[in-house]
């Protein structure tokens, strides 16, 4: 019986690092463990050998202002900090002491003291006393500060790489949404977020993942909103992956999803800000991963491959007509060259006289039936699509003419295809291209060759099979313990307002059923719009003299 939650005794409580046992993310390795020197001489060394000797470990020693005799090491790796905080958050305050009262006794504790509580212009401090705590800090882009004779490190967090600016989508384009988009930052992604929801309910839990790569992952969800045993599923899911590295949240993907052997993504994968924002809205978990814009959504179903946010923006009218012309062609691209090759091979007698008696004329001279001739046109398409997104942009505009040329008029002429055949094709490609999600669009282009198989072997009767056993397996998939298929498989009437079709804003008053926590309201009732009443020309009329 399949389950649908998984609490562990052991897992990370929110917000606080966890203990990873055997099962889990392995320790990273350690090239230099132990308690910090109290001589800053040996801690050098131990830290230049751990790191190799690299050119871009920066490594200095600053005398402590008057005090000739006191030296400080600073140690940080260039281009993963900001050299503006480096020289006036850190190096300017222990260098210069004119402004300062001098120390009453100089020694390392009371230096050390001093440059945590006064001294460092640095709101985020930590401090360190083993090496490899401190070597991890240093990867991670903060300075590490350390006092000849005292055996403690401090912590700036300083980090200032080089990032992207915030851009519009370019996988994901709306009109009237938002232009922003994820960027690859982590912190940025967390803080767009941050500035949507102003709420302290918000909560932003961060991991670290891979033993070589430590890639942060970051588990956001509005508390009481989101669902529980869902944030816990998720923490579970994360917290007992062991990996070199995360370079992707495809990757983490992978490791997180409830069915990896099915053709439809069960989680959801976005660049864009106002679809997460929804999704937190709505009680969903966001998963963000450091070195990628793409946010993962979860719990997810069908539907919401289908959606943009433009849906939202318009009337809902307009909302509703594009939702559905969108699922018109989410079939059209699963089953239309399915239909013509069954028709066409096996139920001519189901096509309109004319017709059947023009496409038997097309098709006189061509040497393959009809199943053949729709793979050679389906796989020259893909071999076509793939060939565009991957080569340079010089040459797009080469191969897409070569493109047209073979698919249309050589391939006509030549006698290899019919020409009906290529307009059923080509409507089919471009159904295809009107999914919104990339992942729900490549998992249609795989499953329309299973169902041009079986159309062209049996039939209807093959195409009826297959498309029976596509909505039992939709009916049983499940993401995070929520049906993929709701609120049709099951039907929650409530549900209905966001699914094929969209109701307006003022009708949806709480949040879906099977997702939301405690708080399933989303907004008070009695708010749709009325137009003012008219006054009584009577009454207004009488009272005159």
Known sequence: MRRRF????????????????????????????????????????????????????????????????VEILVVHLDGMVNDEMITHGILRPIGVLSDWPA??????????????????????????????????????????????????ALIADVKGWRQRSIESSTTEPAIRG??????ETLRTNTSIIRRRIHDPRLRVEERTIGAIGRTSIAVVYIEGVAKDQVVQEVRDRIDRISIDSI?????????????????????????????????????????????????????????????????YFERFMIGSLLRLLRLTLFFTA??????????????????????????????????FPA??????????????REATV???????PAVSILGVLFLGQVAVQAGLVSPFMVITVSITAIASLSSPIFSMGISIRMLRFVFLILGGTLGLYGALWGFAALLIHLASLRSYGVPYAEPLLPLIPAGLGDSVVRL????????PELIAGTNKTRLAAGQKPEPPIPEDSGSKGGGAQ
């Open 178 to 183: 938002s232009k922003e988009a994820f960027v």
């Open 371 to 384: 199943l053949f001739e729709a793979l050679i046109l389906d796989v020259a398409y893909e071999i076509l």
């Open 103 to 152: 120390l009453d006794e100089p020694s390392p504790a009371s230096i050390y003291s001093e440059l945590k509580t006064r001294l460092i212009a640095k709101d985020e401090l930590s401090e360190v006393g083993r090496m490899e705590d401190l070597l991890r800090e240093v990867c991670f882009g903060n300075s590490a500060i350390m006092v000849d004779g005292h055996n403690r």
């Open 6 to 69: 998984r609490i562990s005794r052991n897992s990370k409580q929110p917000g606080t690092p966890g203990e990873h046992s055997d099962h889990r993310s392995p320790e990273p390795a350690v090239f230099a463990s132990g308690d910090l020197s109290t001589s800053i001489s040996d801690n050098e060394k131990r830290i230049r050998e751990a790191f190799g000797y690299s050119s871009d470990l920066i490594v200095r020693r600053i005398k402590f202002g008057a005090y000739s005799d």
């Open 390 to 396: 991957r080569v340079p942009v010089v040459f797009g």
């Open 334 to 367: 699963l089953l239309l060259p399915t239909l013509f090759v069954a028709a066409v091979t096996y139920h001519q007698e189901m096509i309109p006289t004319n017709l059947a008696v023009s496409i038997a004329a097309q098709r006189e001279g061509v040497p």
């Open 504 to 511: 307006p804003w003022w009708s949806r008053l709480s949040r």
């Open 247 to 311: 370079q992707g949240s495809g990757v983490l993907e992978e490791f997180i999803d409830d069915n990896p052997f099915s053709p439809f993504p069960t989680i959801l994968r976005t660049e864009r800000v106002d679809r997460v924002i929804g999704a937190l809205l709505e009680g969903r978990v966001a998963i963000l991963t450091d070195g990628t814009p793409f946010t993962l959504i979860v719990p997810c179903n069908m539907y919401m491959f289908l959606s943009v946010p433009d849906d």
